[in-house]
């Protein structure tokens, strides 16, 4: 078999114990106590991969993986090491890596948009209840209808807010909106952005191909995500980056069946954080996508401490499996270290349950596939001592990697284009500039009417004297027939001409 189509995790008794390439997407799982050398297994591997050609995503949670980008330096426990393990090759060398970060403090900013995170979610995300989840899809599925864009924070807030004024128009064709679940899911929103969510939610929002990548000596390009600030301030939004990644890459990527290696590797460091308090619909999901992935070229590999921290039904599908040492201090967990045993094949030279808890720094029990998908009898093994680093970088030395990085400045400068806020804004803003002119109308309306009436008014007192002098003289030309009229017009003309 080609030297290219396995690779040695590490040697048991002057015998490699290898996985093979074509066996990688069937998913993997490194486990044990905290101290035991999971991260350097996980450096191996990765290492590993990346000599096939094969793209890594690693979560790198305390900042140690860094190290897999400068070479490693001599040392007498490497050199002991690899005197036990009968390694055909070995050199210490850096790998190619692109550092990533939500904050885009210790690499290249990382951001997704609220659609693409999707309602399911987001709803564990925001750990909503059932009244408040059908509200979010509700959100989602008017925001479609209405063709509006929900790429950031503030686009779903303007919604929520908008359908809480619209509630009752939209209640015939999208069900009873309730105000207190609206509340409740812009209270969980304040306290998101708190934890510093709004820097994950945006545009541009990460495009896949470049996890994808390949350097110009065909080795794969390793991805670190640096979580170390994130699992500190929102373990639940490291928890569902990484589902959402898993997710774009099953809707996103072609079928490709069974390849002679993986297309992409993904590791998934404190991987209880993915099932913790989830809603048995996203276990569902996770299961459906691990199941189903692995014809697309991807290969999981999660990290944990106990087995027991991932769902039997997705472990039931890791086929790598790495168990690093298990401590027993009460009968809890002594119980725990039965059940991990049990889950490997037999190996009738040792007695499993006994070995896991007798392991040292950087021993482990490792099952692989053979050719055919069958577990093979677990195997006591040291694990090889990665070519790479072992530690993180300086901070100089990182800073130096981001700037030579071929994708600095495509994440930089973040993007707000025309979406729900900037749409709804504008519609309030007209119906606002729509209300005050016809306010300004009716106002003009009245007062010229007001004036009209006044003029009226004004008509109406005139007649009303001007009839009353016409009374008067009417009345006068009738007396003037009487005799008393006479009378006085006599006594007038006799004055007038020296009465007589």
């Keep these: 078999m080609n030297k290219q189509e396995k690779f040695a995790i590490g040697g048991a008794e002057g015998t490699l114990i290898e996985q093979l390439a074509k066996m990688s997407n069937r998913h993997g799982l490194i486990t044990g106590a905290t101290g035991t050398g999971k991260t350097v ?50 050199q210490q060398r850096p790998y190619p890596v692109v550092f990533w970060d ?42 479609d209808d209405q063709g509006l864009l929900l790429l950031d924070l503030k686009d779903l807030r303007s919604m929520l807010i908008w359908m809480s004024h619209n509630a009752k128009s939209l209640r015939g064709e999208y069900g009873n909106i309730s105000s207190a679940s609206i509340g409740a899911i812009q209270r969980r929103l304040l306290v998101l952005e708190e934890q510093g969510a709004e820097h994950f939610f945006g545009e541009p929002a990460l495009k896949l191909k470049d996890l994808m990548q390949v350097d110009f000596s065909g080795n794969g390009v390793i991805n670190l995500f640096d979580a170390t600030k994130l699992m500190v301030q929102s373990p639940r939004v490291y928890a569902s980056f990484l589902l959402w990644l898993l997710s774009e890459l099953f809707e996103q990527l072609p079928e490709v069946g069974n390849p002679d290696k993986p297309k992409l590797v993904f590791f998934f460091d404190e991987a209880h954080l993915l099932f913790n308090q989830a809603p048995k619909v996203l276990i569902d999901k996770i299961e459906q996508v691990v199941r189903l992935i692995r014809s697309k070229g991807v290969g999981i590999y999660f990290i944990t401490q106990s087995p027991l921290d991932v769902p039997e039904e997705i472990l039931g599908q890791m086929g790598l499996k790495i168990q690093h040492a298990l401590r027993a201090f009460t009968p809890k967990d002594r119980k725990v270290i039965k ?40 195997q006591k093994t040291l694990i090889r001592p990665p070519e790479s680093r072992i530690g993180p970088l300086t901070k100089e030395e990182r800073q130096a990697r981001i700037e030579r990085s071929p994708l600095k400045g495509h994440y930089d400068e973040r993007v707000d284009r025309n979406s729900a806020y900037e749409i709804l804004k504008s519609r309030a803003e007209e119906m606002q500039a729509q209300q005050e002119e016809a306010e300004k109308q009716a106002e003009a309306e009245k007062s010229k009417k007001s004036t009209t009436h006044s003029r009226k008014k004004r008509s109406s007192r005139g007649r009303t004297r001007q009839s009353s002098v016409e009374a008067l003289v009417k009345s006068a030309a009738r007396s003037i027939g009487s005799g008393l009229g006479r009378k006085i017009i006599r006594g007038i003309m006799g004055s007038l001409f020296g009465g007589r």
């Design 102 to 143: 939500i904050y885009g403090e210790q690499g290249h900013p990382i951001r997704s948009t609220i659609s693409e995170m999707g309602p399911l979610l987001l709803s564990n995300l925001l750990d909503l209840n059932d009244a408040q989840t059908g509200i979010l899809y509700g959100c989602f599925k008017i925001a």
């Design 339 to 378: 059940n991990v045993a049990e889950s490997f094949p037999p190996n009738p030279e040792f007695d499993t349950e006994t070995m896991i808890t007798a392991l040292g720094t950087g021993e482990a029990l490792v099952s692989v596939l053979d050719e055919k998908g069958r577990p093979q009898a677990v």
């Design 41 to 90: 297994t996980l450096q191996v591997l990765a290492e590993s991969f990346s000599r096939l050609g094969v793209p890594v995503f690693a979560a790198d949670i305390k900042g140690d993986l860094s190290g897999l980008s400068s070479a490693g330096t001599p040392h007498p426990k490497i050199d002991e090491r690899l005197q036990k393990i009968p390694l055909a090759s070995f």
